[in-house]
């Protein structure tokens, strides 16, 4: 098996679609293995590897959990939050 590169903050940001400073933010946090040389931060490509085989199982995990087949019932677990124009106007009269 061949030894495949590190990233860099940069490289890694582009792969994941976020910014290079959130990936840094990461490995200071220790969220993101790493490794440093000097002041830059290199993340074995294994660990990257590692991280979206993860996020694919977590996402696969979620989506069947929330799938469903048909209508539902009901929307109990639901609240609607919505704008009561005649509360407002009750308010006004008041002041």
Known sequence: MAMLR????ETLAHRWGVSA?????QCNEVKLQHFRLGRLFRIP???????????RSASDVFEADTAFSGARAGREDVISLRHVPERKQNQNQKQ
């Open 21 to 25: 400073t959130t990936i840094r933010t």
């Open 45 to 55: 490509a294994a660990i990257v590897e590692e991280v979206e085989q993860c996020q």
């Open 6 to 9: 590190p990233f860099t903050a």
